[in-house]
């Protein structure tokens, strides 16, 4: 688990991103860390795009989470949460985990992230029919996803957010405890998801984002986690270092 904070005082954390970074805090932030908010399983290209009147009612959503970031997502409600969040916030811990599979645009412009709850609830994917898939890594995708980084900086800059904002630039593990490959998520593999990430990341460093990173060789998955094994979902280890990282940093900002 990770060290206290040294100031003495809780650390107040946005995530903005996937289990990635909001598992580093639960899993390894203990008392020395509390969520102002978890903005999850929206894609920045969603952000700012509100399709919430074509979320559909009706939709068979199994846990009230899933309907949540559903909702959410269609709505494109980053940036009022942001907004909100940014007078509570110490940290905003941001990974781009859930812009794997990319975007649906709707026939209107609306944006949808295609994400796993949106894929598994077949009304909630109907509303995309007749849209177009931006796949994550295409050129298509990482020009308008470049475009709305840029944006973004200057949403944090403007809410005094920017200088406190870290990317948890953490590749996707290649092996896991028990010494086997990990297992590929949605036919992509671990290899062929970290080139794809790769110019995302360049972006957002010229952009002058700052990184929590952690050495290759320490990056191992976790095929009994609890969330079940994929390349994402790491050793109890990753996470105490990455929440380490956060903690220090946090503490020259």
């Not at 700012?48 to 494109?76: I, N, T």
């Not at 412009?109 to 931006?134: C, K, N, Y």
């Not at 920017?162 to 405890?177: D, H, Q």
Request: charged share 25%; aromatic share 8%; with cysteine.
């Amino acid at each position: 688990m990770a060290e206290e904070p040294t100031r003495g005082e809780t650390l107040r954390v946005t995530v903005y991103g996937s289990c990635v970074a909001r598992d580093s805090v639960d899993l390894s932030g203990g008392n020395a860390v509390t969520v102002a908010d978890y903005v999850a399983r929206q894609s920045l290209l969603s952000s700012g795009h509100d399709a919430s009147d074509r979320f559909p009612v009706d939709a068979d959503v199994a846990h009230r989470f899933q309907r949540r970031m559903l909702e959410a997502d269609f709505a494109g409600d980053l940036e009022a949460r942001l907004r909100r969040a940014a007078p509570t916030t110490d940290v905003l811990m941001w990974d781009l985990t859930d812009e794997r599979h990319g975007v649906y645009v709707l026939d209107d412009g609306s944006v949808i992230t295609r994400s796993i709850d949106l894929i598994s609830v077949p009304q909630a994917l109907a509303v995309t029919e007749g849209g177009q898939h931006l796949p994550f890594g295409a050129e298509e995708h990482f020009e308008a996803w470049s475009a709305r980084a840029s944006k973004f900086k200057d949403l944090l800059v403007e809410l005094d957010l920017f200088s406190r904002s870290v990317v948890i630039r953490l590749p996707w593990a290649l092996i896991g405890l028990d010494g086997e490959p990990t297992p590929p998520s949605m036919g992509i593999n671990a290899v062929e998801a970290n080139e794809k990430f790769e110019r995302y990341y360049k972006k957002l460093a010229e952009l002058g984002f700052g990184f929590i990173e952690i050495d290759d060789e320490h990056v191992i998955a976790d095929p009994q986690h609890r969330w079940g094994s994929a390349p994402f979902h790491y050793a109890q280890s990753v996470y105490d270092e990455i929440m380490q990282k956060v903690i220090e940093r946090s503490s020259t900002v």
